[in-house]
C-alpha cells in the first residue's frame, strides 16, 4: 500500500485483512476472477476508502469482522470502476503496474469489472442495513454519470468550474462521504455524528481528487504511474486548465485546439497553464476543501482515529502521487 | 417488440410502460446516457424478462405500478449484460441495429452499461423487498462469473455437456428464474407457488439459450441479426458443437484447430456438426427442457396467465430468430 499507512500498523493490518476479505470472495468464483482481482489487488494505492469505513467505525462501538467485509465491498466497488476505467483511456499501466485490460484484453477488463460491481452489492447487501445498500448503488449510478459527463465534455473549452466541481463530486467525493457514512452507521454512530463525519469525507474527497488532478500535470511516470498530462492528451480540462482559460489570452485555446500530443507540446501547454495561474489557483481550491475537512475533523471525539484523520488529511493535501 | 406479443395486446402495452419507466429513469440522468439508453431500447427485442415479471406477478395480488418498476429494472440489467457483451465480442450490430459500442465507442457502452447496473440495483432497492435485492446482485455476479468461464473455455474442444449447462444457467436461466420469482414474491404468492415460477423460469430458461446457441448456427443475417457462426468465430463451443464432438471421427476437431473464419470454411464446419448428430441432439435437449417448464405451467392456477406462458414457451422453442 505504497508505505502511506506505514505509521499506522494497526490500520495496515486492517488493511491486510481488507485484502484477504477480497480475495476470499474472489477465490470461490472463478479461476480467471481470481487471477484478475490479485493482479489488482497487487496494483491498488493507499486503500483510502476501507480506511475511512474502518476509522469512521472506530467513533462507534464496531463489529470488526463486520465492518471489514463492508470496508472489502467499497474497495471492491473502487476497483471496478477502475477496471473500467482503464478500457476507458485505454491505459496501459496504473500506478506502474500493467492494468488488467492491458495484460487480459477488455474482454476481462469488463467482466472482472462487473463481477466486482456484483459481488460489492452482494457483500453490502449481506452485511449492512439496507439503507446502505440503497445508497450504495445510488453512489455507483452517480459514478457513472459523473464519468459519461466527464467523457462527453472533452475537448470542450467552455467548461465552468462549477460543471467540473459536480463532476468531481460525483466522480469521487460521493464515494469518499459514503466510505465514511456506512462505517459510522454500522457501527451505530447517531445521526448527527455519521453526517459530520460524510461532510468531512466529502470535502476531503474534493481536496483529493483536486490534487490528484494537478497531479496529472505535475507528477513524473516514476511518481503517479501515469505519464505526465495524460488528461490534456484525452482532452479531459481539469481545474488548472479550466481556472487558465479564464484568464486566457488566446494563446492556451489555440493550443488546446490543436489537441497536444508531443511531448515538447504538452510542456508547452503545461507552462501556459501555469503562467495564467491555473495550477495556484486550483492549489487555493484544494486547500479550501482539505481546511473544511480539518475543521470538521478538528469536531469530532478527541482519540486515535481523529489523530490520524488530521494526518491522513494533510497528507493527501502534499502528497506528490 | 419484433411482434412477438401482438396477441397479448394488454401484457404489450404493460411492457411499453416499462419502456416508459426506463426512459424516465434515464431522462433524469445524463443526456448521453438519456440517448444511449433510447438506442438500446430501440434494438431490444421481445422484452421476456419483464414480461415473465408481470406475468408472475398476476400469480398474486400486484401493485402494477411498482411491478412495473420491478420488471424495468430487471431489463436495465439485461440491456447492462447486452452492452458489456458487445464489447466484449466487438460487435458491429444486434438486431440488425448498430451496437451502443460501434455507434458510440466502447467508452460510452462500458460507462452506459455500468449506469444500467447501478440504476437496476436503485430501482430494486426502492421498490422491491431486501431479500430479492440480495437475490439480484447474487445473479449479476453469477452472469459475470459465467461470461468470464465462457471467455476462458475458448477454443477447447475438451467443453463438457455439463460445465456448458452450468454456464448457460449462470448466463441466461438464473435471471429467467429470477423475473418469475420477484414477480411472483412481490405480488404476495406464496412460497410454494414463488418456488414453482421459479423452476419454470430456470427450464424455460435453459431451454431458450439452447434455442439461441443452435440459431446462432442456423440463423441469417436478417433473421437473428447476427452472421452466422458467430460463436465459432469466437471460438465459443455451444451445446451442438460439444454434442458433435463426442461422436467425431477427427474431422470435426483438425476443422475447429484451423480456427474457422471464412464463410465457407465455417459452412463446412458447421455440416460436420450437423452430420455428427450436433443440432438434432441440441434440440432434443430444448425440447426436454421446455418440456419440464410445460410441465410446472401445466400445474399453476388456470386463467390468462398460464394460457399466456403456455404460448410463450411453445413460441420460444419453435422460434427462428
Known amino acids: 500500500m505504497s508505505g502511506f499507512w506505514d505509521e499506522q500498523p494497526e490500520l495496515a493490518s486492517r488493511l491486510e485483512e481488507v485484502k484477504r476479505a477480497i480475495r476470499e470472495r474472489a477465490h470461490s468464483d472463478d479461476n480467471d476472477v481470481e487471477a484478475s482481482v490479485g493482479q489488482l489487488l497487487e496494483s491498488n494505492g493507499k486503500m483510502l476508502r476501507p480506511a475511512f469505513v474502518i476509522l469512521a467505525s472506530q467513533f462507534g462501538a464496531p463489529d470488526e469482522d463486520r465492518v471489514t467485509r463492508i470496508a472489502a465491498a467499497v474497495e471492491m466497488l473502487h476497483m471496478a470502476t477502475l477496471a473500467h476505467d482503464d478500457i476507458i483511456d485505454s491505459a496501459a499501466f496504473r500506478r506502474g503496474v500493467a492494468t488488467l485490460q492491458a495484460a487480459r484484453g477488455p474482454r476481462t477488463a469488463v467482466l472482472v469489472g462487473d463481477w466486482l460491481f456484483a459481488s460489492c452489492f452482494t457483500m453490502i447487501a449481506d452485511f449492512a442495513a439496507a439503507e446502505n445498500s440503497r445508497g450504495l448503488s445510488q453512489i455507483v449510478a452517480r459514478i457513472c454519470g459523473s464519468e459519461v459527463s466527464q467523457?462527453?465534455?472533452?475537448?470542450?473549452?467552455?467548461?465552468?468550474?462549477?460543471?467540473?466541481?459536480?463532476?468531481?463530486?460525483?466522480?469521487?467525493?460521493?464515494?469518499?462521504?459514503?466510505?465514511?457514512?456506512?462505517?459510522?452507521?454500522?457501527?451505530g454512530c447517531g445521526p448527527e455524528l455519521?453526517?459530520?463525519?460524510?461532510?468531512?469525507?466529502?470535502?476531503?474527497?474534493?481536496?483529493?481528487?483536486?490534487?490528484?488532478?494537478i497531479l496529472d500535470f505535475e507528477g513524473f511516470e516514476s511518481n503517479t504511474g501515469k505519464p505526465m498530462g495524460q488528461d490534456l492528451v484525452e482532452g479531459i480540462y481539469t481545474l488548472p486548465t479550466i481556472l487558465a482559460l479564464k484568464n486566457d489570452d488566446g494563446r492556451l485555446r489555440s493550443e488546446l485546439a490543436r489537441r497536444p500530443r508531443s511531448r515538447r507540446a504538452l510542456s508547452r501547454t503545461v507552462a501556459l497553464i501555469r503562467e495564467r495561474g491555473g495550477m495556484e489557483g486550483a492549489h487555493g481550491m484544494a486547500q479550501r476543501y482539505t481546511g473544511r475537512s480539518l475543521r470538521e475533523i478538528s469536531r469530532l471525539p478527541?482519540?486515535?482515529?481523529?489523530?490520524v484523520l488530521e494526518m491522513v488529511a494533510q497528507k493527501l493535501l502534499h502528497r506528490n502521487r
Do not use: W
Request: aromatic fraction near 8%.
Open 194 to 213: 455519521c453526517s459530520q463525519l460524510r461532510r468531512l469525507g466529502y470535502n476531503l474527497g474534493m481536496g483529493f481528487q483536486i490534487i490528484d488532478d
Open 151 to 187: 467523457s462527453t465534455d472533452r475537448h470542450k473549452v467552455s467548461n465552468s468550474v462549477r460543471r467540473y466541481l459536480r463532476r468531481i463530486a460525483g466522480k469521487t467525493a460521493a464515494l469518499f462521504a459514503l466510505s465514511f457514512h456506512v462505517g459510522a452507521h454500522e457501527s
Open 302 to 307: 478527541c482519540g486515535q482515529p481523529r489523530t
